[in-house]
T-cell receptor, first 114, second 112 residues
């Protein structure tokens, strides 16, 4: 089956704009994660969903960042009033359920805020 | 914040040699995982070792874990050009699905 997919692959926006990043997890995976990765750094955890609910959103940097997963499958990461410091690769991952620890990552969305 | 610190930051070896990367972390963990990343995009899971395990093997990979020293090592034997990538350790404090805390990574270059 298909792996984790993310759209768009690249997004360029202007400071102050609103963006939405989409993640399609592996079919049947109930756990979904968002990370962001800056150049030369490891991924930084943002939020984790189990089903439709956010089980841990402690990594969201501030209230400009919000994520949803209304039907327990596709997830959207939303960033309001983007800032240049939000520029990074946003990675999505999924795992089979709340017990299995191995995560499968998508290719990421490269966000550039001008 | 990042918990893990990989060492070295960069490693260049000849094809066929063994590559060893180390990872240190700060807090108690449930498991530690190693991931590979090519070209700065998606990560690939390599191996998971739980806190009650000391060593694990998978093909040409060998991982050790020393919880008393809060450190782990990844050994890649008989390296190949295709092993060129960045390698990250990631720790989880929860028992199952959990947000991972990654280190900064080791960039490995295998010279043909």
């Amino acid at each position: 089956g298909a792996g984790v997919s993310q759209t768009p692959s690249n997004k360029v926006t202007e400071k102050g704009k609103y963006v939405e990043l989409r993640c399609d997890p592996i079919s049947g995976h109930t756990a979904l994660y968002w990370y962001r990765q800056s150049l030369g750094q490891g991924p930084e955890f943002l939020i984790y969903f189990q089903g439709t609910g956010a089980a841990d959103d402690s990594g969201l940097p501030n209230d400009r960042f919000f994520a949803v997963r209304p039907e327990g499958s596709v997830s959207t990461l939303k960033i309001q009033r983007t800032e240049r410091g939000d520029s990074a690769v946003y990675l999505c991952a999924s795992s089979f359920n709340e017990v299995v620890a191995e995560q499968f990552f998508g290719p990421g969305t490269r966000l550039t805020v001008l | 914040s990042q918990q893990g610190e990989e060492d070295p930051q960069a490693l260049s070896i000849q094809e066929g040699e063994n590559a060893t990367m180390n990872c240190s972390y700060k807090t108690s963990i449930n498991n530690l995982q190693w991931y590979r990343q090519n070209s700065g995009r998606g990560l690939v899971h390599l191996i998971l070792i739980r806190s009650n395990e000391r060593e694990k093997h998978s093909g040409r990979l060998r991982v050790t874990l020393d919880t008393s020293k809060k450190s782990s090592s990844l050994l890649i034997t008989a390296s190949r050009a295709a092993d060129t990538a960045s390698y990250f350790c990631a720790t989880a404090t929860g028992g199952g699905a959990d947000g991972l805390t990654f280190g900064k990574g080791t960039h490995l270059i295998i010279q043909p």
